[in-house]
C-alpha cells in the first residue's frame, strides 16, 4: 500500500510540475548528448523519462529510431506532438519506468536524463531490471544523475548504484561537476556516466 501511495505521489508530483514548465525542462539536449551522438552508427535510442521529448527531437536528428517514455502525461503529450511534427514513426509511452512498460526490443542507446536518481532504493532495483531487457549486445547507457550529498537523503546516486550497474554493464567514463541553473549558477553536484555493455 504504502508503494503504491508514493507512486502516485510521484506521478502527482511531476505532472503538476509540467503545467509549467520545470527547470530541467530547457528545450535544449546536453553537450554530452550530442557528443556521443556524433561518434555511433544510429540505430534504436530509447530515452527514458523522457519529458517533452526534446532529446529525442534531437537523436531522431543524428538519424536514430527513438522511443520515449515518461511518468507524467502532459509532457508525453507535447513530446508526442513534437515527433508527429516530424513525420517520424516513434513511439512515446506513457510508462512507470520500475515497472510494466509495454517498451518491445533492445536499444543500442538508452538514455536518462535525470530519472534514475529521484527513484527509491526499491524502484533502482526495478529499473535496473528493466535496463538490463532493454539495453542490446553492445549497447550503451548514458546516465546523467544528480549525486547523493552525505548524509544521503535518498536523492541522488551512490557508489553502490554504480557498482549495481556494473554487475551487467561496464562504466566506460565519468564525469563529475555541478548542475548548472537556468539562471547560470552553480547547483548540486552531479555526474555523467556512460556504461557499455559487451
Not at 508503494?3 to 505521489?9: D, I
Not at 543500442?108 to 539495453?135: E, F, K, T
Request: aromatic share 10%.
Amino acid at each position: 500500500m504504502r508503494g503504491t501511495v508514493a507512486k502516485f505521489r510521484r506521478w502527482l508530483r511531476f505532472n503538476l510540475l509540467y503545467e509549467r514548465r520545470p527547470p530541467w525542462d530547457t528545450g535544449v539536449s546536453p553537450p554530452e548528448l550530442i557528443e556521443l551522438l556524433e561518434t555511433l552508427k544510429p540505430g534504436h535510442a530509447l530515452d527514458v523519462g523522457c519529458g517533452t521529448g526534446t532529446n529525442l527531437i534531437t537523436m531522431a536528428a543524428y538519424g536514430w529510431d527513438v522511443v520515449g517514455a515518461d511518468l507524467a502525461w502532459l509532457p508525453v503529450l507535447k513530446a508526442r506532438q513534437k515527433i508527429k511534427k516530424i513525420n517520424r514513426n516513434s513511439r512515446v509511452f506513457h510508462a512507470d519506468v520500475t515497472g510494466k512498460t509495454g517498451i518491445k526490443g533492445t536499444f543500442g542507446l538508452v538514455l536518462d536524463i535525470g530519472c534514475y536518481h529521484s527513484l527509491s532504493p526499491l524502484q533502482r532495483a526495478n529499473y535496473r531490471r528493466n535496463l538490463m531487457n532493454w539495453l542490446g549486445k553492445d549497447g550503451i547507457y548514458l546516465l546523467y544523475a544528480h549525486k547523493c550529498i552525505q548524509p544521503c537523503d535518498g536523492h541522488g546516486i551512490t557508489k553502490e548504484d554504480i557498482d549495481s550497474f556494473q554487475e551487467f554493464i561496464m562504466l566506460t567514463w565519468l564525469r563529475e561537476g555541478a548542475e548548472v541553473r537556468p539562471d547560470g549558477s552553480g547547483g548540486q553536484p552531479a555526474a555523467w556516466l556512460r556504461f557499455d555493455r559487451n
